[in-house]
């Protein structure tokens, strides 16, 4: 996921989490975004779900397509 790089650099002179502003910190939004996928069961490093997480939704047929074309995360 790419996130608009406005959102991390304007108001320079603002600090993050500041009331009232929405300007965010990387390493957060990196931590943050690792941890959803995780909790979601999807690969942190390529942002998609892992073969376990599609069998486990009912979506073995999937999985498999995916794994064919080598598409799913080892």
């Known amino acids: 996921d790419l ?6 650099d304007k108001d320079p002179q603002i600090p993050v989490f500041t009331e009232g502003t929405d300007k965010m910190d990387r390493d957060d939004m990196h931590a943050s975004l690792t ?8 690969d942190p490093q390529l942002g998609c779900p892992t073969r376990e997480t599609l069998q ?10 995916l794994a064919a074309h080598n598409l799913l995360p080892v």
């Open 56 to 65: 486990r939704l009912g979506l073995e047929d999937i999985a498999a397509d």
């Open 35 to 42: 941890m959803f996928y995780k909790e979601m069961g999807w």
């Open 3 to 8: 996130i608009c790089s406005w959102v991390f």
